[in-house]
């Protein structure tokens, strides 16, 4: 049997496929204009749930800067260990004592060039408000209202003391200026991503440290330590699949997140007999391999034990009291 | 016949040739491993020498030969063709011998000057270099594997 529709002229079938499309297009059409709304209220949704949030000048507590404070958690922080001058421009004559923008950290995103964070008006931070640093560390949003790649690890400065950060601040302002202009980063589709982390940073940003009132101040003081300015868990706590630092496994080491090898856990350090005891442990992390202990140098280690090298022994030896109590 | 007896003893040479390379493969792990461990013991010997306050040219001494040593033999445990040995190793050790060589003589340069120390002062510097030269090698050829 043949269609009748098959017989028609094509004009025909033309005029009866479009008696039959009113009944066809109308749902289609309900969809798709749902669909485009709920899409573009997802859009704006996700656009407004993913602004930046900075800090008001107003809302910064009154604060007297401790500079010597800020050196030990500058150095606590390793800042100069990603913001220094990459080698090659170390050898070409660049201080590397100094902050004054440093080699491409490798991230899933791409490489990201840690900037200049000198005192230089033009190329570093000299002409940053107290605001724009503390909402640069705490909330990773920079002076221009964009937010940072977390690479910067501001989900573990969102956890210290505001005073702390403006104790840090204060301490770089004392540092010499060097003009050294930012190097862009080789990020696909940078804005939007950036954009993104605003919506990353609303399930990733941790709570302020908060002291646990059964333990000592020297357990305290080393808990915030490691967990804030020092931000050990930025490598030695496992990530989800949202990159998050997974709250549940803190500090138990797992895949180097350069993408090769391992790092390695900090429970049970001494019943592992890793270290012999807390003072073991403390020399451990003040001598690292020059001293004679093993897996101290290699991971990047090496920078994070040199800094720990100047911190007070006092802190050091905090450090050592916490992290010998994670189990 | 006298053919066949010679491919037999070669493919019997080549079996015996290759089963000692991977063996030989397979202990350089291990010995890399003890090797270091030494090191660090008489690191920490010097160290804890160094934090005693009390200088003692026999005992310096008597590590820093030991630390000579162990970096002259730890030099022999890297081999082409040891790629794959154990974890931790950079293939920069491979691909980067200048480099990798040039840090084993500063190591050992360094012991020489632990050896040569006259008094706590120049121990002191002598084992921070020495310490140095370790943690500098490490970080560039070690990598995180645990």
Redesign the interface.
Known sequence: MIHKAALASPATRRTELRTTDPMVKRPIAIVVGLTAVLVGLALAGGFWLSAPNPVAAASLPAHVADLQNGKTLYTAGGCVSCHRPSPAAIKAGANGELPSGGAPLNTPLGPVFPPNITPDKATGIGGWTQAAFVGAMQRGVSPNGGHYIPAFPYTSYARMKTEDVLDIFAYINSLAPVNSPRHDNAIVLEPVIRRGIGLWKLIAMPAPFAPDSAQSAEWNRGAYLVNGPGHCGECHTPRNALMIGQSAKSLEGGPHPDGKGTVPSLHRLIERKVFTDVDDLTTALQEGEGGGYEHMSSGGMGDAQTNLSHLPEADVKAIATYLSTLR | MNHGLFRNSVFAFGIVISSGLALAAGALGPEREST??G?????????ALVKSGKFNAAKAKSSATAIETGLNHAKTLFPLGSEKAAK?TAPAIWTDRAGFDEKFAKALEASKAVAAATDLPSLKAA??T???A??SC??TY?????
Request: aromatic letters at 4%.
């Open positions: 270091m461990k090191l660090n013991k008489e690191v920490k010997a010097l160290n931790g084992v921070d020495q310490g140095g370790c943690k490490h970080e070690r990598t995180a594997d645990y």
